[in-house]
C-alpha cells in the first residue's frame, strides 16, 4: 500500500513536470497588486499530494507568488498545521489579515474558489 501510495505520487510529479502550466501575464500593476494580496498567504502542503499539485499549478497558471510550506518533512510547519490549523491535512492554505488575524483554509476547492474570489482572478 505504501509503494503503491508512493508510486502514484512520484507519477502525478512526473506528469505535473512534464505538463507545465503556462502563466497568466498582467500588466506589472495588477500583478503588484496580486502580490501585495498574497503576501501574506502560505500553502501548508506536501509534494506529493494530487491535491496540492492542484492547488500549486492553479498557482503557477494564475501567477500567484504564494509561499509553499512543506507539512510533511518540516516538523515546525507540521505543527504549526496541526495545533493552528486544526488537523494535519493538506492543502491548506494559511491566510494573514492586516490585523493579524490568521484563517486556515482547508480543502483544495474551496481554496481554489477563495483566490478567484479575493483576487478578483478570471
Ligand atoms: N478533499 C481534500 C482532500 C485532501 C487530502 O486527502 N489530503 C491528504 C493528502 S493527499 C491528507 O492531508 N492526508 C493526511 C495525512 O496524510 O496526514 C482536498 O481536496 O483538499
Not at 498582467?26 to 506536501?46: C, N
Not at 516538523?75 to 492543502?91: N, R, S
Not at 476547492?109 to 477563495?114: A, E, L, N, S
Request: with cysteine; hydrophobic share 40%; glycine share 4%.
Amino acid at each position: 500500500m505504501k509503494f503503491i501510495r508512493w508510486f502514484l505520487g512520484r507519477l502525478i510529479l512526473t506528469i505535473n513536470f512534464l505538463t507545465p502550466p503556462r502563466a497568466v501575464e498582467r500588466d506589472p500593476g495588477t500583478q503588484k497588486a496580486i502580490d501585495a494580496k498574497t503576501a501574506k498567504m502560505s500553502l501548508y502542503q506536501f509534494e506529493a499530494c494530487p491535491f496540492c499539485v492542484k492547488v500549486r499549478r492553479h498557482f503557477k497558471r494564475q501567477a500567484l507568488n504564494i509561499e509553499v510550506r512543506d507539512a510533511k518533512n518540516n516538523a515546525v510547519f507540521k505543527d504549526e498545521l496541526t495545533q493552528k490549523g486544526g488537523k494535519h491535512q493538506v492543502p491548506c492554505l494559511r491566510i494573514e489579515d492586516e490585523q493579524k488575524n490568521v484563517k486556515w483554509l482547508y480543502e483544495s476547492k474551496d481554496i481554489i474558489t477563495y483566490l478567484h474570489t479575493e483576487l478578483g482572478l478570471t
